[in-house]
């Protein structure tokens, strides 16, 4: 992941069901080094727990937290007007857990396509100006997998977290 800690323009990271902690770990140092642009759309950005890890890293924790611009959307529909809002800045941009808006069961899997197809195409405009790194939490019984695939399939680099298998239930007798 050292590689990942400094991103260059024109790339996008795809970390597959990271631990939370690792997560805000990477944004922490990000904005530890420079300007940082967060869009939560899976509320999943923990300010204090970043403001925790970045004082870890400097003592300058007002101006690594200046640093940072953060921006939440909770529905599919916000996440597209949030990223066709965006202009191409040349900071890093950590999107958390992308897919979960567009596995909302109210709005059509066509729809949910549509949406992110929208999305995606925004996100190949933003990459030319900087790094992406976009986060997803694994598919909830394989709903709408497809989207991560999506997801995927527009990304250059993927990282992928296993989750422990499920351990065996104790026997009490």
């Given at each position: 992941?050292?590689?990942?800690?400094?991103?260059?323009?024109?790339?996008?990271?795809?970390?597959?069901?990271?631990?939370?902690?690792?997560?805000?770990?990477?944004?922490?140092?990000?904005?530890?080094?420079?300007?940082?642009?967060?869009?939560?759309?899976?509320?999943?950005?923990?300010?204090?727990?970043?403001?925790?890890?970045?004082?870890?890293?400097?003592?300058?924790?007002?101006?690594?937290?200046?640093?940072?611009?953060?921006?939440?959307?909770?529905?599919?529909?916000?996440?597209?007007?949030?990223?066709?809002?965006?202009?191409?800045?040349?900071?890093?941009?950590?999107?958390?857990?992308?897919?979960?808006?567009?596995?909302?069961?109210?709005?059509?899997?066509?729809?949910?396509?549509?949406?992110?197809e929208q999305t995606?195409?925004?996100?190949?405009?933003?990459?030319?100006?900087?790094?992406?790194?976009?986060?997803?939490?694994?598919?909830?019984?394989g709903r709408r997998?497809?989207?991560?695939?999506?997801?995927?399939?527009?990304?250059?680099?993927?990282?992928?977290?296993?989750?422990?298998?499920?351990?065996?239930?104790?026997?009490?007798?």
């Open positions: 992941m050292n590689e990942l800690l400094a991103p260059t323009a024109g790339e996008v990271w795809l970390l597959h069901a990271p631990p939370r902690e690792a997560l805000l770990t990477l944004v922490a140092r990000l904005a530890a080094d420079g300007p940082l642009l967060v869009l939560d759309t899976g509320n999943q950005f923990d300010a204090y727990k970043v403001a925790r890890l970045i004082r870890r890293r400097t003592r300058q924790l007002d101006e690594a937290l200046e640093r940072v611009r953060v921006a939440r959307a909770f529905t599919c529909y916000q996440v597209v007007a949030l990223f066709a809002g965006l202009s191409a800045a040349p900071m890093p941009h950590v999107i958390l857990d992308l897919p979960a808006t567009f596995a909302d069961e109210s709005v059509s899997l066509a729809e949910s396509r549509r949406l992110l995606l195409h925004h996100v190949a405009r933003l990459r030319h100006a900087a790094p992406l790194i976009i986060s997803a939490g694994p598919s909830r019984h997998a497809e989207l991560l695939q999506t997801i995927a399939d527009a990304a250059d680099h993927l990282l992928a977290w296993e989750s422990p298998a499920d351990a065996a239930p104790r026997k009490l007798f």
